[in-house]
């Protein structure tokens, strides 16, 4: 594992919204970044934002960073909405693997029920399509998530998923209707699980791919259970290396106050990769 962590230890994270009057940067200032990014050693790249699949020519743009040389995986995290009919074509793309939103798998829930059929289309289309295994992305929330922790981890003993249960933040939690269930909590509930990775000595291996999630087995399953802790001390320092924002502003994390804007230097690969520098200082 360890030539593996040194060959694709760095992460890049960027955010596509089309809803934010789209991204900053054109697809091929995007390709650009990445490609600077990768010289840098970033071998993962993970796109986000609100609705991510509706962005226009998403399709070439994830068919051009695959194409990068040095990039490993690319993913995408998506509430589900449109996948269902784009999966397959991202997949031919060279789309690697999807996270995908779902709090609960209770109709009742959603309003009308109706983003619940979005969400197993999605989860239907994307495992059909080859981009496995789906991750799913469950934020922990007492009084709402916490009666369904059995069910979501039932879904590991027939489905190659990955359940990912993330924690909110305190800044997440005071913005909630709901109060935070912590990582912590919920494995006290589920005594039977086990590292996911173990090296021959039978202690956990991590491996880079799964960025900040602390990862589980159940004896048996086909699927995982993943932690994401973030309000781990070192939860930060997991996090992915770099991060471009959909106004094309780059920073070490999402939450950082200050960054570099890339817009006036995206077609200059040299001020790209010292901007790049300068953020992994």
Do not use: W
Not at 3 to 23: D, M, P, T
Not at 36 to 65: E, F, T
Not at 99 to 123: H, M, P, Q, R
Not at 148 to 174: C, G, N, P
Request: hydrophobic content about 40%; some cysteine.
């Amino acid at each position: 594992m360890s030539n593996f962590n040194e060959s694709f230890n760095k992460k890049i994270r960027i955010e596509l919204s089309e809803q934010k009057g789209g991204v900053a940067l054109s697809p091929a200032q995007i390709k650009n970044a990445v490609e600077a990014a990768a010289k840098a050693g970033a071998g993962i790249v993970k796109l986000v934002g609100q609705d991510p699949v509706r962005y226009s020519g998403l399709k070439a743009l994830v068919k051009d960073i695959k194409r990068t040389e040095g990039i490993f995986e690319v993913s995408l995290t998506t509430d589900g909405h449109g996948l269902g009919d784009a999966a397959k074509g991202l997949a031919a793309a060279g789309l690697d693997r999807v996270n995908i939103n779902v709090d609960t798998l209770k109709y009742s829930k959603y309003t009308g029920g109706g983003e619940l059929d979005d969400i197993v289309t999605a989860i239907n289309a994307a495992t059909d399509a080859g981009l496995k295994p789906v991750k799913l992305n469950i934020l922990l929330k007492k009084d709402y998530s916490e009666d369904e922790i059995m069910d979501f981890v039932q879904l590991t003993l027939q489905h190659q998923y990955e359940i990912r249960f993330i924690e909110m933040t305190e800044e997440e939690e005071a913005e909630s209707e709901y109060e935070a269930l912590l990582c912590a909590d919920v494995k006290k509930r589920l005594p039977a699980l086990r590292p996911g990775l173990m090296g021959d000595d039978g202690k956990a291996l991590s491996d880079p791919r799964d960025g900040t999630a602390d990862v589980y087995k159940y004896p048996g399953a086909l699927g995982k259970i993943c932690f994401i802790e973030k309000r781990a001390a070192d939860f930060a320092q997991r996090c992915a290396d770099l991060y471009i924002s959909a106004a094309g502003v780059l920073k070490r994390d999402e939450k950082d106050e200050n960054g570099i804007n890339l817009k006036p230097i995206a077609d200059d690969k040299e001020k790209l990769a010292a901007a790049i520098r300068e953020i992994l200082g």
